[in-house]
């Protein structure tokens, strides 16, 4: 083959390549502009959580960590953004998503009907169970058998809207380990909480006074999902891909085999 014929081949090759990199390189730059006008801060994803839900998001030895902690830190990889966390009360959380405080909430929310008129969700990342806790002396294991007993539920959740649905009074505690001291004292009748939650936190606390019911075969288990700004689709529409690609990849599987010690991840 002509000498000068194979240079000009491998230069158009490397050209080729050289302009595919170049335009795959802007295009990502390009994508990442399209919606970084609507972060709270450049080239940042503001994260609101409690930080007090373990193992969802808390504290260990002063620093923050747990399933959404890490899921935060992993999406906003994905879109080339670095993650910010700003751990806020519960009673505010999702307004300051309206606010835009930060840009969004990963926090073990689920889509209802009232919050899809001002808020909107990501695909849902983990299907949670619902479980009942009691004193151990306690009779009650079924979902019915609560009505018109107390009931320690964090204010506006979904454990205290199913509790309220059947018919229990809510007494507000913000934290797990908080109404798990209620019941205790004998100062509420249980709580609704999530397995998971019972699960990470008898790991390493005395669980032997308390009885333990999965709601599972009760009640469906909830789909969580992130919540954002009804103005954010941009955003909404890369967290989902985002998402998918964690999804594809693994990587929500093993965050939840570390924290929940199972695949909550994956569709009933």
Do not use: C, H
């Amino acid at each position: 083959m002509n000498f000068k014929k194979v240079l000009l081949r491998t230069g158009l090759v490397l050209g080729t390549v050289l302009v595919a990199t170049v335009l795959t390189e802007a295009g990502q730059k390009a994508d990442a502009a399209t919606y970084s006008g609507n972060l709270v801060n450049k080239s940042e994803l503001t994260i609101g959580l409690e930080g007090t839900y373990k193992p969802y998001s808390y504290r260990a030895n002063g620093k923050l960590t747990g399933f959404e902690v890490d899921l935060g830190k992993a999406l906003a990889k994905q879109l080339g953004l670095k993650a910010k966390f700003v751990p806020t009360k519960w009673d505010s959380l999702i307004a300051g998503v309206g606010a835009s405080k930060y840009d969004v909430v990963l926090n073990n929310i689920t889509e209802t009907a009232e919050r899809k008129k001002n808020y909107i969700f990501s695909n849902p990342y983990i299907y949670s169970r619902y479980a009942l806790i009691t004193p151990k002396k306690a009779k009650i294991t079924n979902i019915n058998k609560i009505k018109n007993k107390t009931f320690a539920e964090g204010t506006g959740t979904n454990n205290a809207i199913l509790a309220k649905k059947y018919g229990a009074k809510i007494v507000s505690s913000g934290e797990f380990s908080t109404s798990l001291s209620l019941i205790r004292q004998g100062r509420v009748d249980g709580t609704i909480n999530s397995a998971e939650a019972y699960y990470a936190y008898a790991k390493s606390n005395k669980t032997s006074d308390l009885n333990f019911k999965d709601l599972s075969k009760q009640v469906a288990p909830v789909k969580v999902s992130a919540l954002l700004n009804k103005n954010n689709t941009k955003l909404q529409k890369r967290i989902n891909k985002a998402l998918k690609t964690l999804r594809s990849n693994g990587t929500l599987k093993k965050l939840s085999k570390k924290y929940f010690g199972e695949d909550i991840t994956k569709k009933p």
